[in-house]
T-cell receptor, first 110, second 110 residues
Framework: SQTIHQWPATLVQPVGSPLSLECTVE??????LYWYRQAAGRGLQLLFY??????ISSEVPQNLSASRPQDRQFILSSKKLLLSDSGFYLC?????????FGPGTRLTVT | DAKTTQPTSMDCAEGRAANLPCNHS???????VYWYRQIHSQGPQYIIH???NNETNEMASLIITEDRKSSTLILPHATLRDTAVYYC???????????FGKGTKLSVKP
């Protein structure tokens, strides 16, 4: 089965600072990869998905970006964080019908 | 992707069956029904999926109506650890994106 690693588990960053969250996947090849965000008390919002190396699709306009430098590596970045970027960030992987989620990173922008 | 409608919340007594309904009246012929759950502060967990036929696995059963416009997830013997938000999602096959709604908050009570 697939295993998804995300780090860090928690992060506190000041407004205007940069962000880099990394996700790596084990146990599969050429999966679809996803970044979701869940604001406090809200549902999951799909931010980005990737069907292959260097291929990124954005679902919502925002000051975040994503990259996929390797088959099983997915990175979420920002040049300048906003207060509204606070939330629970989840990386997910899908190679078949089932989608697996990582443990998430809880980001607080102060 | 087709949208789904689920009750906001439900209660269930421990040891009893939990029946979670979902309406997806605009589902198209090649779209699957997926169920995930999210326990507090964790990433969502895949439960089950189906296309037309009823499905059962070690976690739950999925009953899909003949017209495919609604479905029910059944947890046969709910435990306190089944307390979570349950998401019903309709979407394409293994390459499609999963768009999460607000789900049903299931509370299993002793």
């Amino acid at each position: 089965s697939q295993t998804i690693h995300q780090w860090p588990a928690t992060l506190v960053q000041p407004v205007g600072s940069p962000l880099s969250l990394e996700c790596t996947v084990e146990g599969t090849s050429n999966p679809n990869l996803y970044w979701y965000r869940q604001a406090a008390g809200r549902g999951l919002q799909l931010l980005f998905y990737s069907v292959g190396i260097g291929q990124i699709s954005s679902e919502v306009p925002q000051n975040l970006s994503a990259s996929r430098p390797q088959d099983r590596q997915f990175i979420l970045s920002s040049k300048k964080l906003l207060l509204s970027d606070s939330g629970f960030y989840l990386c997910a992987c899908r190679a078949s019908y089932e989608q697996y989620f990582g443990p998430g990173t809880r980001l607080t922008v102060t | 992707d087709a949208k789904t409608t689920q009750p906001t919340s439900m209660d269930c007594a421990e040891g009893r069956a939990a029946n979670l309904p979902c309406n997806h009246s605009t589902i198209s012929g090649n779209e699957y029904v997926y169920w995930y759950r999210q326990i507090h502060s964790q990433g969502p967990q895949y439960i089950i999926h189906g296309l037309k036929n009823n499905e059962t696995n070690e976690m739950a059963s999925l009953i899909i109506t003949e017209d495919r416009k609604s479905s029910t997830l059944i947890l046969p013997h709910a435990t306190l650890r089944d307390t979570a938000v349950y998401y019903c999602i309709v979407g394409g096959g293994s390459q499609g994106n999963l768009i999460f709604g607000k789900g049903t908050k299931l509370s299993v009570k002793p």
